[in-house]
């Protein structure tokens, strides 16, 4: 993996020193499981300016029948709603219901920072739209490892987004 910081320059690292058997793994397509997941980013719009964000530089976002038409298309299993934060995309809860409704043999998961599930209310919506769980990204549990990743306190949302989580019984992954 070859990596630019624009703080601290290029760097690469080694995920795995067996070359031959990546190859053998990425070219064998017999016996081979569906894919596990489609992630799809959403929304490239974002409700935090994290220091480090892997999505620096904005794109067009899919239109709606753009994005229905990925979930068709593909044999996963998981259709994975991120963005940027793909609460702050108006038709969400819409492109849940519609993972339900056109393909109920696949699963709609949202990859959230969390901060819109802090609303009782919002975390309801996805609910009973059918989402089948969360990946929620928790940066930590004290003011300032909140203030060091995200640039402010974000203590209590997080906490009151995972304790709505928890009484709606949303499965939840941090």
């Known amino acids: ?3 630019r910081c624009g703080e601290h320059g290029a760097f690469s690292e080694v995920e795995d020193s067996d070359a031959g058997l990546y190859l053998k793994c990425a070219s064998t397509k017999k016996n081979r499981p569906l894919p596990y997941g489609l992630v799809i980013p959403v929304s490239y719009s974002c409700d935090l300016s994290c220091r480090w964000c892997y999505l620096p530089e904005r794109g067009t976002e899919f239109t709606v029948d753009r994005i229905k038409s990925l979930i068709a298309a593909s044999p996963a299993r998981h259709i994975v709603f991120s963005g940027g934060e793909p609460c702050l995309r108006p038709e969400l809860p819409d492109l ?4 339900k409704s056109a ?12 901060l819109k599930l802090a609303s009782r209310s919002y975390a309801a919506l996805l609910k009973s739209s059918g989402l089948d769980y969360c990946i929620y990204s928790l940066n930590g549990f004290r ?5 060091a990743f995200n640039g402010r306190d974000l203590s209590a949302e997080k906490m009151r987004a995972l304790a709505n989580l928890e009484k709606l019984k949303m499965p939840t992954i941090l």
């Open 96 to 99: 849940i219901k519609h993972v």
């Open 103 to 114: 393909h109920p043999e696949k699963r709609a998961v949202l990859l959230t920072n969390g």
């Open 143 to 147: 003011p300032s490892t909140h203030i």
């Open 1 to 3: 993996i070859v990596k």
